[in-house]
């Protein structure tokens, strides 16, 4: 018995090699992150199918109690068996992939395994299906609650997925005299190294897992530190002191050897390695600079050629280029630069991708300021333009405690949170925008506040398909999803309920936000939307700002409908004519022109 379980041990550790190099593939981190996909569960069943067989050609064949040390088994006498880790292979894989995964692994192997024949083929091809199909029910209860199984679990299941590997062998194959012996000899010893291996298997993911969300937790803090340091002087647009400022944090808060900052046509800014010939407002950009300006796409090069710098001795010999947008046009560059092409990582080039996204932000934060001061409509604007301050350090506070805890949904809500600031400039700039980007609008900051309070909202929006394309004034829907979401429920209230609806009504588009808060009394109700109603929890100026777009650009027909009773819920309503919609998008072109 000592004996074969050495020679497992042999076996499971060539497994374990191969889970090690497994865990650092890309391919494989995907697919763990998305087992729910079709993609996913693919990649799982291929992978730890191959486990399995390779487990089946590596056994150790068992001939009347007697161990063969074969170094490959590709065929089995009848009354012969094999001692594997088959059983493991199906095992994690359920355990990662869930029930289909789990069936889909055992069903190969165990074909496999009944390819190869001898006295306990049809009964290990059994134990397989069953062992993965159980494996992977466990592995779902365990996702519930942790992003993979823990090594300890995986010990466990292995050991109990071999013993009911042998309970099966025991009841099917014949003779029971043979099933026993054999079972007496390679029962032990497989369900420890199983469980054992499995254990070493899960423990080698669940370490490289952890690492790379420790690695990207401090890839989003430095992101965030990084754009809270350069923040006021992004706000002051492109400028060569502006610039210099931000590219000496860049410098000193990524370990880069040189950061540059450019507009369309020279260097704004330099610091680090090469300032002798990368002079601020005297030096033109370099080739690389001018083809990142041209299409718009993030650019990297590895080296001095790619970069197309003209100075011979220059020390630069990779760099990441970025571009920076403001209302969709690439008005300069971020240019990251390294001595050695080993110094871009994987890593910096994320962390360059990000920065350049929230760098954007900042720059169109900052032009935004400095036209709104030039804006003769400057209250309405003011209106579009504003964002509530409660709710910017809210989603940022959300955002910095996921930062440990779910890295992945840290980066989906910083992509919210930009998408949500750039709706909000965008929207400051014009009169109407197309139906879809004010739904855009609305999905990002249902996403941050969902964030903030997950499963507290249940949020129904119901779009005709036809109306994606329709122009209508910024903001109107989520304004009033957000005056629902703070003012309709009392905190007692156990389910919250926010409907949305945008239907074709004959020759009108009509748009609904209805709630099932406690409601508002009908005296309220006749005054809100026609003046400012103060009150403990806001002062009613957002739906009277809101109606009086409505009826300026649409007429008296347009204005604010609200329907309300005290513990019936609120439902707003209007409703627009088409040809004056038509109308409104004419006015609107004649005022941005």
């Known amino acids: 018995m000592i004996h074969l379980m050495i020679m497992m041990l042999e076996r499971v550790g060539i497994i374990v090699i191969l889970g090690f190099i497994l ?37 150790i064949e068992i001939q009347r109690n007697i161990i063969l040390n074969n170094d490959w088994v590709f065929e089995i006498d009848p009354s012969s068996s094999i001692a594997n880790t088959r059983i493991m292979g199906v095992e994690i894989g359920g355990l990662l992939g869930g029930p289909i995964v789990g069936a889909g692994v055992g069903l190969l192997a165990g074909l496999h395994r009944l390819s190869l024949g001898g006295s306990t083929a049809f009964s290990c091809a059994v134990s397989s299906i069953l062992a993965g199909i159980l494996a992977g029910w466990i592995g779902s209860y365990f996702r519930k609650r942790y992003r993979i199984p823990t090594p300890r679990a995986a010990a466990l299941v292995g050991i109990g997925m071999e013993a009911l590997q042998m309970l099966i062998i025991l009841l099917m194959a014949k003779p029971f005299a043979d099933a026993w012996a054999l079972v007496s000899m390679i029962g032990i010893p497989m369900i420890l190294i199983n469980g054992s291996g499995s254990f070493i298997f899960l423990s080698i993911i669940q370490s490289i897992i952890r690492k790379e969300e420790q690695a990207r937790a401090l890839e989003t803090h430095r992101v965030l530190m990084i754009a809270d340091q350069t923040l006021p002087y992004f706000r002051q647009g492109l400028n060569e002191n502006s610039c210099k400022s931000v590219a000496a944090i860049i410098h000193k808060l990524t370990g880069t050897d040189a950061v540059s900052l450019t507009d369309n046509k020279k260097i704004l800014a330099h610091v680090g390695a090469g300032t002798d010939h990368h002079i601020p407002s005297k030096s033109l950009i370099t080739g690389l600079s001018k083809k990142v300006i041209k299409t718009g796409y993030i650019m990297k090069a590895t080296s001095q050629e790619e970069i197309e710098c003209t100075h011979a001795q220059c020390p630069l010999h990779a760099a990441i280029v970025l571009p920076l947008t ?29 920065l350049a996204m929230l760098f954007s932000t900042q720059l169109e934060l900052g032009e935004a300021e400095l036209q709104s001061k030039l804006l003769k409509d400057a209250e309405i604007k003011a209106l579009q333009a504003q964002v509530n301050p409660h709710f910017l350090f809210n989603a940022i506070n959300t955002i910095s405690a996921l930062c440990r805890t779910d890295v992945e949904k840290t980066r989906k809500l910083l992509l919210q949170l930009s998408v949500y600031f750039r709706s909000n400039l965008q929207g400051a700039r014009q009169l109407l925008i197309p139906l879809s980007k004010e739904l855009n609008h609305l999905h990002a900051y249902l996403s941050l506040e969902q964030a903030r309070f997950p499963g507290k909202y249940e ?19 989520q304004v009033l999803v957000e005056n629902a979401l703070r003012h309709a429920f009392p905190k007692k209230q156990d389910r919250y309920k926010v409907e949305v609806q ?38 009613g100026t957002a739906l ?16 604010l409908q609200i329907t309300s009773g005290i513990d019936n819920g609120t439902e707003v309503s209007f409703q627009v004519p088409l040809k004056q919609m038509k109308e409104g998008e004419e006015h609107a072109e004649g005022v941005n022109r």
């Open 459 to 477: 949020i129904e929006i119901d779009i005709e398909d036809s109306l994606d394309q329709i122009e209508i004034p910024p903001f109107v829907l």
């Open 502 to 539: 945008v239907l074709s009504a004959e020759s009108s588009v009509y748009m609904k936000v209805k709630d099932n808060g406690r409601g508002i009394a009908e005296e309220i109700v006749t005054q809100l939307g026609n003046k400012p109603l103060p009150s403990k929890e806001g002062t």
């Open 544 to 559: 009277y700002n809101l109606n009086q777009r409505l009826v300026g650009l649409f007429g008296q027909q347009a204005a």
């Open 23 to 59: 865990a650092h593939t890309k391919l494989f981190r995907q697919a763990l992150q998305q087992p729910a996909s079709y993609k996913g569960k693919a990649v799982l069943i291929t992978i730890f199918s191959l486990f399995s067989i390779i487990s089946n050609y590596t056994g």
């Open 326 to 354: 403001s209302n969709g046009k690439t008005i300069g560059t971020l240019k990251m630069y390294f001595k050695s092409p080993a110094g871009l990582s994987q890593v910096e080039e994320e962390l360059a991708e990000g």
